[in-house]
């Protein structure tokens, strides 16, 4: 039986990925800080799974939590990283930007450096961050989820790399989701919303066809060609 750590996996489309995974018999483990949304899918759960409170702004204790989980189920496979936060915030309030970055650049790294070098000592693994299709270009309604998001693209684009280059038997799948119908798709003028379920197939699929990198839903393929020719005049009125 194959084992997957999801890190938020507690709404929206890491819970979506959880729940697939558990139909698909696998030995799951999930975190996030909503310690009810984890007990409330243990209980729900057909097979018996693993839940850790774990937030990963916690950077001290990042590693602690997931050390604890890697020591459990010994040997894992796969970890889906699906934790995020974004905000509009046109008007750069601090506040916000800095608690995006804590959580979307810092507390992203500190696992995947973690998780990297677990697979690396373990021998082999399956790495798969959730980064976005607004990692291709800055937005200006959301500066800092946009940039954070090609901060982690760029991370798994490297981390890629240097398994090629060592040799490693670890694999890392980038996942560019356009709009998901969670409750992190905000504003005005969404389109080709996809629903969770959906959205989790095509990830679960990419996953097992181990993908470098994946647009989701596949039609987003076309506006990621569209965001990387735009010029910038065309951003800059959107
Ligand atoms: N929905 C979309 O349209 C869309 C599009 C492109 C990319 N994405 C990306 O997809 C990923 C999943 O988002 P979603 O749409 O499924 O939204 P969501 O339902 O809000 O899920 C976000 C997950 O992140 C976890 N999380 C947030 N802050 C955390 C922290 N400090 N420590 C640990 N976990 C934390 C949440 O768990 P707790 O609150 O329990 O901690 C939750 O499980 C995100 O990285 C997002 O940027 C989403």
Known sequence: MKKAIIIGGTSGIGRGLAELLI???WTVAITGRRIE??????????NNILIQKHDITEINNSDEKMESLFSKLKVVDLVIVSSGVSELNQELNWEIENKLIETNVNGIAKV???IFSKFKKQGHGHLVGISSIASLRGNRHAPSYSASKAFQANYLE?????????KLAITITDVQPGFIDTPMAKGEGLFWVASVKKASHQIYSAI?????KVYITKRWRVIAWGMKIAPSWV????
Do not use: P, S
Not at 39 to 46: G, R, S, T, W
Not at 208 to 212: D, F, Y
Not at 235 to 238: D, H, N, S, V
């Open 37 to 46: 949304l984890l007990n409330e899918i243990k209980e729900n759960a057909k």
């Open 208 to 212: 097992l066809k181990k993908k470098r």
């Open 158 to 166: 490297a981390l890629r790399c240097i398994a090629k280059n060592e």
């Open 23 to 25: 139909e698909h018999d």
């Open 235 to 238: 951003l800059e009125k959107i």
């Open 112 to 114: 995947y450096e973690f």
